[in-house]
């Protein structure tokens, strides 16, 4: 299968070209810019071979986007949560997450779509389990991704402490219930997981990852490395989210947690990191001495008060930064777009020196490349380069949201893009057209969403009840009214 998107407008330099781009066996073949410069002698416009044109005109092309963390079932929960700060919208999150792969099956796709149409071309699901069902819930995920033809990196949560062990204990001590299943039995569900469904060629990718120090032992983490390591799969987790996870680990380990994980072996440039707020300038050090890679999830870190991450820091340090959106009852949309365009303006604020602000066209790299290589992947895609995986998106220009004729990528990132993705290719097949999702039928899902959902704005979360006094006694918040 072979086409040419002829005439579009792709980023240069510091400009725009308009060129042809072919795509062969999956892969970016060719890439013909129309206005060659001067002094080099003009393109030859090979004979395409008999494959589908498209035009391109007026469009914008731009390597698709990497929406590196989310929890796709969260989706069922977006909107319903009041504010509340991480560990206590855990709770509440917990007390009402789905227990039907069904279920998993329509948010997963509802977060593709979302996904797709807001540049993205890849997701990282860190995916909630249902426990006792957990296979069926990764079988339901890979099934919604491979109909619709997203690329996956599906990293099902694992932990081996119960929710209440993630709160620092402060003063006193706190008794913890076991977690439902033992350490060695969730590896042994991560090797069967493995063996079942890694199968990058199909576009299904599998991750190892532990949700965090917060609720995973040293066991749970090595076991996890052990995997990466036999099966060349690359590491999630979240880290340092919250201020009382950074108190947390000086409890557990005596030390930051950056400097437990960089001791146990997990910081690798195999290994995504999402959030990464509380850390020390000598932990930031660490990380890029490690190539690890951070994973910036503004909205949510706005929504659940968690603080707001270095990331112009990171930056500086050489870090690579890429972004999420985080589960939707986090943020509560997976619009890409709207992550990107927060995550950059946002810090400048912390930064008044304005030459360390992100530029849209930085915006755009973290996004597209800075995904791709903390799924160790930058050899393969992250951007139009001839031999890179046809993983694209065009924007259409004569989109209102995208008229005056401006920078097309500084208004793309700075402005409010709506309707403006025109088309989405993975591996080089065509998933969105005319703005449209092909794959699935989006209508059905809509009805399938609304069918299964209900109109609420009351409910009662017990586990909040259960935890609430002992969180504000330990982060010192008054324990009155
Ligand atoms: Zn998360």
Not at 192 to 213: C, D, R, S, W, Y
Not at 294 to 311: F, K, M, Q, T
Not at 314 to 338: I, K, M, P, T, W
Not at 361 to 370: D, I, N, T
């Amino acid at each position: 299968m072979s086409f040419t998107i002829q005439n579009a407008l792709i980023p240069v330099d510091r400009g725009y070209e308009t060129a042809d781009v072919q795509v062969a066996d999956n892969c970016i073949s060719a890439i013909a810019q129309n206005h060659p410069p001067l002094n080099s002698p003009p393109y030859q416009r090979e004979d395409r071979g008999g494959g589908t044109i498209i035009d391109g005109k007026n469009k914008l092309l731009l390597p698709g986007f990497v929406n590196a963390h989310t929890h796709s079932s969260e989706m069922w929960q977006r909107g319903i949560i009041p504010p509340l700060p991480l560990e206590l919208w855990l709770a509440e999150l917990y007390d009402f997450t789905p227990l039907d792969p069904e279920q998993v099956y329509l948010s997963a796709l509802g977060t593709a779509v979302e996904t797709l149409l807001s540049g993205g071309t890849s997701v990282v699901d860190h995916l909630v389990l249902i426990p006792g069902q957990e296979l069926e819930t990764i079988a339901a995920a890979v099934r919604a991704y491979q109909e619709i033809g997203i690329r996956a990196f599906i990293g099902p949560l694992i932990q081996d402490e119960s929710l209440t062990a993630g709160m620092p204990a402060g003063d006193g001590a706190m008794e913890h219930a076991a977690y439902i299943r033992s350490t060695k039995a969730t590896l042994e569900l991560m090797e069967a997981a493995i063996k079942q469904f890694h199968n990058p060629e199909k576009g299904v990718n599998i991750l190892l990852a532990p949700t965090g120090i917060q609720l995973c032992s040293d066991a749970l983490f090595e076991g996890c490395i052990d995997l990466g390591d036999r099966y060349n799969l690359c590491l999630h987790a979240h880290l340092l989210e919250t201020s009382a996870q950074k108190q947390l680990a000086h409890e557990k380990y005596g030390c930051s947690a950056v400097e437990h994980l960089q001791k146990i072996g997990f910081l690798t440039p195999r290994t995504s990191l999402a959030h990464c707020v509380w850390l020390e300038d000598s932990d930031i050090a660490i990380l890029a001495e490690t190539k690890s890679t951070v994973v910036h999830n503004p909205l949510s870190n706005l929504r659940l008060g968690s603080g707001i991450a270095p990331i112009l820091k990171y930056r500086q340090a050489g870090v690579n930064v890429s972004f999420g959106c985080d589960g939707a009852a986090s943020n509560d949309s997976q619009d890409l777009l709207e992550a990107i365009k927060m995550g950059s303006i946002l810090h400048n604020i912390t930064d008044l020196d304005y030459r360390h602000w992100i530029t849209p066209r930085e915006s755009v790299e973290m996004a597209s490349l800075g995904g791709a290589k903390g799924l160790n992947l930058a050899d393969e895609m992250g951007s139009l380069t001839v031999g890179k995986k046809a993983d694209f998106v065009l924007y259409d220009l004569t989109s209102l949201s995208l008229l005056p004729r401006t920078d097309p990528i500084g208004l793309l990132i700075l402005g409010r893009p709506t309707n403006a993705v025109d088309s989405v290719w993975v591996n080089g097949k065509q998933i969105v057209a005319e703005g449209k999702v092909k794959t699935i039928d989006v209508d059905d899902l809509r009805r399938q969403l609304f069918d299964r959902s209900e109109w609420s704005s009351q409910r009662q979360s017990p586990m909040v009840g259960e935890i609430e006094a002992h969180y504000r006694q330990v982060m010192k918040l008054s324990l009155g009214g």
